[in-house]
C-alpha cells in the first residue's frame, strides 16, 4: 500500500507501540545514571567513552503539539493525556534518553477551560496539572497561551513542573519570563560513558494579546540563540509555533539547526528538502505523535535518525494515574458549570450519522458537522430572509469524530464552539460577498477557510447564492458573526452554539431514559 501523500511531502505511517510498564521517571534515570558512572569508572572504552569513529548514542524525543483537550477522543478510544504519559514510560524504559518536546498551544482554547471554578475560568488550570503528570522536558509557548489576562498567565507559569522554553517572548522589559529560559540543553549519558548534548530552541509566531509582552522578531531570536548553542551542543532542535510555510522557510535560512518540531498546523506531517532540516508536526490532541531516535556520533561529528508516527489508539492503555487527574478536573469543571445553570451532562440525543469534526477535515471540506452548524446559522436568520450564511473553520475546535449511535450531549456542543460567538444577519454588497467567499476559500487547509452554507463553487471558481450566479452589483442578505462595531445588521440571532443546538435537535434521535 503506497504511503499517503500530503502537501507534497511523504507522511509515514506507523503501527501502534503497545505498552510496558516500567520505574517512575526520576528513579529510573537514577538507575541509568549509576550504571552509566560505574561503567565510565571500570574504564569502559577510552578514557572519554568513545572507542572508535562508529559509536553512537542513542536519544529518543517524543514529539507532541497543541493539546487542547485532556480526555481522550473517538468515544475513549484515541489520544488521551493518560496514553501520553503510558507511552512515555514505555519509551523511557526501551532507552532512558528519552525526552519530551512540545511545541505549544496548552491553556487555551478549551471548552473545560471555560468552567469557572473557585470564581476563576479554568483556562488551562486543569491542562497544567495533567501535563505536569505526563513528564515534559521543555515546552515553547503557542499563541493561544496568551488568550488570558497576565494574572492568569503568570499562575499557568507558577503551577507548571515541567520546563517552558521561549527564545523570542519577554515581558516588556525584555527580561524573561518567570521560569521561563531562551535556550535548553538536553545531556544524554549512555553506558558506556559516552555522553552528548541536544540543543533547543523556541520560537512563536506573532500574535494579538493584552498580556504586557516583548515580542522579539523569531529570526533574531533565532540568529541569537544559535550562536550560543552551535558551542555546547551536538544536535540543535528547534520547537517552532508557525504555519508549515514559515517552519521550511527557517529551515531553508539556517542551516545550523538539525531538525524542526513545529505546530499550528494540527496534522501530521514531515516536511522534507535537500540539505535542511526535516520538519515534523504530530497530529493535535495527540490523536498520533512523532517519536524520534537520535544517534548522535561525537567523534565523527555526525548523526542520524529513525522516526516513527504513533497512533494513540486503544492499543495503548491510559495510565491510571494520569487518567484520575483527567477525570478529577472534568468533574470539577462539570459542577462549576452546573453552578452557572449550565448542562454540560445533558442528554441531547443519538446521532444517526458520523459528525466529523476533525481539523484535518473541516479546514480542507465540509462535513456533516459544519453543514449543521452553517443550516443552524441560515435558519436562524429565515425570519430575515438570509440567503446565505458563513464562518470559519477556526471557530469549530472539536476535533473528533461523533460516530454514529453516539449520544450526543451538552458538552459535546460546548467543546465543539468552545468560544461565545455571536451571529446575526447584516445586508452585504455582492462584490463584498464574492471577495470574502474567495479570500476564504483560498485559505483552504487553516483556521481562516470560510465554510459556506447557501454558497456554492463550481471547478472554474464561479460562485452562486441559492442555485443563482452571484452578482457583484447585488445586495444579499448574510448571516455571519456579529460583534460590537458589526455593520448593517438587520436582526440578531443568538449564539453558535445554540445554530448548532437547535440543528442538532432535528437531526438527533430521541434516547429513552
Known sequence: MPMPVRFGYVIRESKPIKEKRSMTRQSQWMVWLIACVLAWSLGAGAQDGWANENDEVRVTILHVND???????????????????????????????????????????SALGNAVVDGRPLLGRHAVDVLNEVGVDYMTFGDHEFNMSADQFYD????????????????????????????????????????????????????RTKIPMKYVDHHEAIAQQLAKLEKRADVIIALTHFPRKEDMAIAQRYPAINLILGADDHEHMKLEQEGVATVYKSDS????????????????????????????DE?????????????????????GFEAAGIEPRRVLGQTPVDLDGLESSIRNRPTRLTQLIGEGM??????????????????????DVLPADYVVREFDVMRTIPFEVDVATVTMAGEALLKVL??????????????????????????????????????????????????????????????????LGRLLKKVAN
Open 67 to 109: 493539546l487542547y483537550q485532556i480526555a481522550s477522543l473517538r468515544n475513549g478510544k484515541l489520544g488521551g493525556f493518560a496514553r501520553l504519559t503510558t507511552l512515555r514510560k514505555q519509551l523511557e524504559k526501551e532507552n532512558p534518553n528519552t525526552f519530551v518536546l512540545f511545541s505549544g498551544d496548552l491553556y487555551e482554547p
Open 156 to 207: 499557568r507559569l507558577g503551577e507548571s513542573r515541567f520546563r517552558m522554553l521561549s527564545s523570542n517572548l519577554f515581558e516588556e522589559d525584555g527580561q524573561p519570563f518567570p521560569g521561563v529560559v531562551a535556550n535548553g540543553l538536553l545531556s544524554a549519558l549512555d553506558e558506556q560513558g559516552r555522553d552528548v548534548t541536544i540543543g533547543v530552541l523556541g520560537v512563536t509566531k506573532p500574535f
Open 285 to 312: 490532541n495527540a490523536r498520533s505523535v512523532y517519536v524520534l531516535d537520535l544517534y548522535v556520533n561525537r567523534k565523527a561529528k555526525s548523526w542520524r535518525m529513525e522516526d516513527r508516527l504513533v497512533q494513540l
Open 315 to 335: 492499543s495503548i492503555e491510559q495510565d491510571p494515574t494520569t487518567l484520575a487527574k483527567v477525570e478529577k478536573w472534568i468533574e470539577i469543571g462539570f459542577r
Open 378 to 399: 441560515l435558519r436562524a436568520g429565515q425570519d430575515a430572509g438570509a440567503q446565505v450564511a458563513y464562518y470559519p473553520a477556526g471557530l469549530v475546535r472539536l476535533d
Open 438 to 503: 474567495e479570500s476564504g476559500h483560498a485559505k483552504i487547509g487553516t483556521g481562516r477557510y470560510i465554510i459556506p452554507q447557501g454558497a456554492e463553487r463550481d471547478d472554474q471558481g464561479r460562485w452562486t447564492v441559492q442555485g443563482q450566479a452571484l452578482d457583484p452589483n447585488g445586495t444579499y442578505k448574510v448571516v455571519t458573526l456579529a460583534g460590537p462595531t458589526t455593520e448593517n445588521v438587520i436582526a440578531k440571532h443568538g449564539s453558535m452554539k445554540d445554530a448548532l443546538r437547535n440543528e
